[in-house]
């Protein structure tokens, strides 16, 4: 009989989780029979969380770093290559085995009133995944929805618990949707784009509060995002993806502070300066717009819109992986 996850997980050496080569393409068809091609929204990606580390996966909208993560969750299927989750391929579990993967992984959602069922209170809510995975004691369901919602500071939690997602603020919502991620007692939360549809008066409390419960718990956190202004206090390593692709990956004060690809460059020129001072400086960003993952171009992907550009090279060949400094990681022929 196969070993569960849970049973992996005392003798699992290594990362908590690989991923080798993978690419989850999603087949377009006109007419719906006719096909016409793929749309590669993740096009071979290699990478390894450590167990208790938060990191971050960044770049600009379509650049592949929603479908990466739903890739993770099992909600699509990969067109090929490996996810290994504490020991074991996410491909070898049989359903039941693939159950436990799941409460094993929790998931912020990017929409927090869109994730939470509006006809359910937040009770109904939080013992919903308790019931799916055999929690059949009302009490011990009733007793850990509670903690759940101590955790996230909505307290006390009977204020919160018959309440409707209607009846919640944005802020509220989102930490009922991580008190939903926690309760099961995973190993390592996805956390997609969380602030980027709270007010900004909210989005500093959040990511500390993900930050705190993911240091406390020892989580293993993946924080998807689009703007690097958020990370510099909250990741510890990120990969920068473009266009399907990582492109750069490094410690976070040493990508921020050495970027190495023309990409990440030009991701940290667009970060808005708060210094009034600043406002008349011109800024230097790439021109176009992302390419079309169902024809990317040849050769670097970012190619068509980067200034450094190898004629010959960088529009005929896909840069391998190089390490322009010690730990830092980038796919640019610049550094052959």
Not at 136 to 146: C, N, V
Not at 233 to 253: K, L, S, T
Not at 271 to 291: F, K, T
Request: charged share 25%; proline share 7%.
């Amino acid at each position: 009989m196969n070993a569960s996850i849970r049973e992996v997980r005392t003798s699992a050496t290594g990362p908590v989780l690989s991923v080798r080569d993978l690419h989850t393409w999603f087949e377009l068809r006109q007419w719906g029979f006719l096909r016409v091609g793929s749309v590669r929204a993740v096009d071979g990606v290699n990478f390894d969380l450590k167990a208790g580390e938060a990191v971050a996966f960044v770049g600009e909208s379509g650049c592949g770093k929603s479908s990466l993560a739903r890739t993770l969750l099992g909600l699509h299927q990969p067109t090929r290559g490996e996810v290994i989750f504490e020991g074991r391929s996410l491909g070898t579990l049989n359903a039941a085995e693939r159950k436990a993967y799941l409460a094993r992984v929790g998931y912020v959602q990017q929409d927090p009133y869109g994730a939470l069922p509006p006809f359910m209170d937040v009770r109904r809510i939080l013992h919903e995944p308790l019931i799916v995975h055999g929690v059949r004691s009302r009490a011990e369901r009733d007793k850990r929805a509670r903690a759940a919602l101590e955790e996230v500071r909505l307290s006390p939690p009977e204020d919160f618990l018959s309440k409707f997602p209607h009846m919640l603020s944005g802020g509220q919502q989102q930490r009922v949707v991580i008190a939903r991620a926690l309760i099961l007692r995973p190993a390592m939360i996805i956390a997609d784009e969380p602030v980027s549809m709270l007010d900004a008066s909210v989005r500093v409390e959040i990511l500390q509060l993900l930050r705190s419960i993911q240091t406390d718990h020892g989580l293993t956190l993946a924080f998807i995002t689009h703007d690097l202004s958020t990370v510099r206090h909250f990741a510890e390593r990120i990969f920068v993806m473009y266009a399907g692709r990582i492109v750069e990956q490094a410690e976070v004060n040493e990508l921020l502070n050495h970027p190495q690809h023309p990409y990440t460059q030009a991701l940290l020129a667009a970060i808005s300066d708060p210094d009034a001072d600043n406002a008349h400086q011109q800024r230097e960003v790439p021109p176009g717009e992302p390419p079309s993952l169902l024809k990317p171009p040849a050769g670097c992907r970012f190619h068509p819109r980067c200034n450094r550009m190898i004629a010959g090279t960088c529009d005929r060949e896909y840069p391998p992986d190089l390490e322009p400094r010690s730990g830092h990681g980038t796919a640019c022929w610049l550094y052959r």
